[in-house]
């Protein structure tokens, strides 16, 4: 068989095997190393501003659908009974009138909930958040052992 000029590939298969696979392996655009992908390649492009701009107002219409249901779920809040273990950890009493003085030396006449700067209420509302309770209301009529006088 002659021998090809240097350059030239045979673009068929002409039965020798040897020569056919020989000149496969040597092909000049073949990789000499395994073609997996580089790790480049496999790794997630940065996030560009132009997505950001296109998620921006996804993301704060997620937010204002949620905040409805926020406010609904903190008006559901139920009020803190006096059974509550936290409670009577404090000696929470719904009505300061009904707070024993013998038991409870800090208390003093007209300390509830509602001047106290614990309260989250708002002035004028029957009962309101506390700090020490989350997710229960307590009663601005009431009283318990961390009373603290509300600034101003």
Same mark, same amino acid.
């Given at each position: 068989?002659?021998?090809?000029?240097?350059?030239?590939?045979?673009?068929?298969?002409?039965?020798?095997?040897?020569?056919?696979?020989? %000149?496969?392996?040597?092909?000049?655009?073949?990789?000499?190393?395994? #073609?997996? @992908?580089?790790?480049a390649? &496999? $790794?997630?492009? !940065?996030?560009?501003?132009?997505?950001?701009?296109?998620?921006?107002?996804?993301?704060?219409?997620?937010?204002?659908a949620?905040?409805?249901?926020? %406010?609904?779920?903190?008006?559901?809040?139920?009020?803190?009974?006096? #059974?509550? @273990?936290?409670?009577?950890? &404090? $000696?929470?009493? !719904?009505?300061?009138?009904?707070?024993?003085?013998?038991?409870?030396?800090?208390?003093?006449?007209?300390?509830?909930?509602?001047?106290?700067?614990?309260?989250?209420?708002?002035?004028?509302?029957?009962?309101?958040?506390?700090?020490l309770?989350?997710?229960?209301?307590? $009663?601005?009529?009431?009283?318990?052992?961390?009373?603290?006088?509300?600034?101003?």
């Amino acid at each position: 068989m002659p021998q090809a000029p240097p350059g030239f590939y045979p673009e068929r298969h002409t039965g020798d095997l040897h020569g056919f696979y020989s %000149a496969v392996m040597t092909h000049p655009n073949r990789p000499t190393s395994p #073609s997996w @992908p580089q790790p480049a390649t &496999l $790794a997630r492009s !940065a996030p560009t501003r132009r997505l950001w701009l296109l998620t921006a107002p996804a993301l704060a219409l997620g937010v204002w659908a949620l905040a409805p249901r926020r %406010a609904q779920a903190q008006m559901a809040a139920s009020l803190l009974e006096e #059974s509550d @273990p936290g409670a009577q950890g &404090l $000696a929470y009493r !719904a009505d300061a009138a009904k707070v024993d003085p013998a038991k409870n030396p800090t208390y003093k006449p007209g300390q509830t909930c509602a001047n106290c700067s614990l309260y989250a209420g708002d002035a004028g509302q029957p009962q309101g958040g506390c700090a020490l309770f989350y997710g229960k209301e307590v $009663a601005a009529a009431g009283w318990c052992n961390a009373w603290e006088r509300k600034a101003g």
